[in-house]
């Protein structure tokens, strides 16, 4: 008798072959059958009308630290995700020194929009090595989840307060010793970032900002040794030097694994992205593989002072961003603070400085009853009211909602050649689709629904056939990765599956839901359409809600994954 059987739905097997009607019949968490299937089943599920698929594949999350508190990794599953990869950007929480969980703890808030009280109330922080933490998510996850090794993390551990300036020797040595043993545990490769966004705790440069050139190189030859693993890295944000390309070159050739970059913005009036994607084909011509992560929607951010993301990258205002909350208060009403602040970031002519125009900031939600008829408007708007200057205007409010009022710069890109162009970038195969950026900037992003974004995207604008938005989620990044078994529905593999309506697969509405450790809150959208997720054959969502189900496999490099070479590089 099977397990499971799913009878009567179009099956999309994630190869981008069209589709075929047919039942799947699942035992023992595998897919032991596709077509008439006669067998009886414990359990059947009507598909009829409905696209039954492989579960979707999300390989740039930072599930890390919620993976305690939360064991089904919402709301990725309702999005149809059954496979996930945290450990992105350098941040991971292992390897971990004795002492050092509070500056991670503040790093991951500063950088990763976690909310610190969340973090300190839901992660035990018991363990010191990567394999020790692996090992206390392993059987307790409702989705399949691999971990990468984080820079940030291995440098907090060799070097310490020293661990933001240059490494020595010694220090190189020791990272590189820590990083062949989480990869010998089961990390699934290397992470890292030198954005200049990515600041600590303390308003410091995250600690891998420091590495040189050959630190990042003798680190990924550390990934060689290891079967089953790859690389991940930020460059920078915006356009690229021909050393950022040099240098993901040499890190991607000194792995002999290819490396994926984030985040690649199409759409958004501008045509960096194509000179961003050169750098692909100047990174082959080197004896590398890289390839660009790029989110499938229109990315609008929500952005707040209390953690002040983004507006930390503005010119001087690192350290006021870093001041705990009742100092940053008090900065904010001192007019000599405000003016330095004004003054500064008006003298800058870079990317954040147009994106964060306080006129053109809209207030999306406020906290205090005097602000709440602020809420849908511009700052410019409210200022013109008000008779005050837009930044004043706009430090008012933030200060009466004690630095919790929602900004939202301008949406950009949401209209047809964007999304012409989006498509375009999508079928690249110098692009991966992903960067959903799950469980971080909780209070900041919503891709988290980059999924059914894209399905929804598809259909709507007649983008690319079902069968092929189906592959970009689902066999693409598995491939990539070389996770074994997974991302195709396919006898033999694992019955990872998701069944959905195409005429309705959508995200639901963005609302913010304060189930956070602490009470804390985050934005959070459920889905439309997804009305089956299995994983290893255990259904986790039923009619768009969680069943309690905790299937999931924790990957390990090696076990559950394959090496995935770049081409003319040898390895061993």
Not at 21 to 46: C, F, Q, S
Request: proline fraction near 5%; hydrophobic fraction near 40%.
């Amino acid at each position: 008798m099977l397990d499971v059987k799913i009878v009567g739905g179009s099956v999309v097997d994630g190869t981008g072959a069209a589709r075929r009607r047919a039942d799947v019949g699942i035992r023992d968490g595998h897919v032991v059958a596709i077509g008439d299937v006669d067998e009886t089943a414990a359990r059947t599920v009507d598909a009829d009308g409905l696209v039954v698929a492989p579960g979707f594949v999300d390989i740039h999350t930072h599930y890390d630290a919620q993976a305690f508190w939360d064991p089904a990794l919402t709301p990725s599953p309702l999005h149809g995700v059954t496979t996930i990869v945290g450990g992105n950007c350098g941040f991971t929480i292992a390897p971990l020194a004795a002492g050092e969980a509070d500056y991670l703890m503040r790093m991951l808030a500063r950088v990763e929009g976690m909310p610190l009280e969340s973090l300190a109330a839901g992660v035990p922080w018991d363990w010191q090595s990567f394999g020790e933490y692996l090992d206390r998510l392993d059987g307790t996850l409702a989705v399949n989840a691999g971990f990468l090794v984080g820079h940030s993390a291995l440098r907090r551990v060799a070097m310490g307060e020293r661990s933001h300036e240059p490494a020595a020797d010694d220090d190189v040595d020791a990272m590189r010793r820590m990083l062949g043993e989480s990869l010998g545990a089961g990390g699934l490769g290397f992470s890292s970032s030198q954005a200049p966004t990515h600041n600590d705790g303390d308003g410091e440069p995250v600690p891998s900002r420091a590495a040189t050139r050959e630190e990042l190189v003798s680190l990924c030859r550390v990934v060689r040794d290891h079967p089953g693993t790859t690389l991940e890295f930020i460059p920078t944000v915006g356009p690229f030097s021909e050393e950022h390309i040099a240098l993901m070159a040499a890190m991607s050739a000194a792995g002999a694994r290819p490396l994926n970059w984030n985040v690649l913005v199409v759409g958004a009036g501008t045509d960096t992205y194509k000179e961003q994607l050169a750098a692909s084909d100047r990174a082959a011509e080197r004896g590398g593989r890289v390839l660009a992560l790029t989110v499938p929607s229109v990315m609008q951010l929500h952005l707040n002072f209390r953690s002040g993301f983004l507006f930390d990258a503005l010119p001087g205002w690192g350290p006021t961003m870093a001041l705990p909350d009742d100092e940053k208060l008090r900065a904010l009403v001192d007019p000599e603070v405000r003016r330095r602040l004004r003054e500064s970031a008006e003298a800058d002519a870079g990317l954040f400085r147009a994106m964060l125009r306080w006129d053109r900031l809209q207030i999306g939600e406020t906290f205090a009853p005097e602000n709440k008829r602020f809420a849908g408007r511009t700052v410019g708007d409210v200022a013109q009211e008000l008779g005050a200057e837009p930044f004043d205007a706009l430090l008012d409010i933030v200060v009466t909602d004690g630095l919790r009022t929602v900004l939202m710069p301008p949406a950009r890109g949401d209209d047809p050649e964007s999304w012409r162009m989006r498509a375009e970038a999508w079928r690249d195969p110098r692009v991966v689709v992903g960067a959903s950026d799950a469980g971080a900037h909780l209070d900041m992003l919503a891709t988290f629904s980059y999924s059914t974004s894209l399905l929804a995207a598809s259909r709507t604008h007649q983008l690319v056939p079902l069968e092929e938005a189906v592959h970009l989620l689902t066999d693409v990044q598995a491939r990539l990765y070389g996770i074994r078994d997974r991302g195709r529905l396919a006898e033999g593999g694992y019955a990872d599956v998701v069944v959905f309506d195409e005429d309705r697969v959508a995200p639901g509405p963005v609302h913010t839901s304060h189930d956070l450790p602490a009470g804390a809150g985050r934005l959070y959208a459920a889905a439309e359409g997804i009305e089956h997720v299995l994983v290893n054959g255990t259904e986790i969502v039923r009619g768009g809600e969680l069943t309690g189900e905790r299937p999931g496999a924790l990957l390990r490099s090696g076990q559950d994954t394959e090496t995935v070479e770049v081409a003319g590089v040898r390895t061993g």
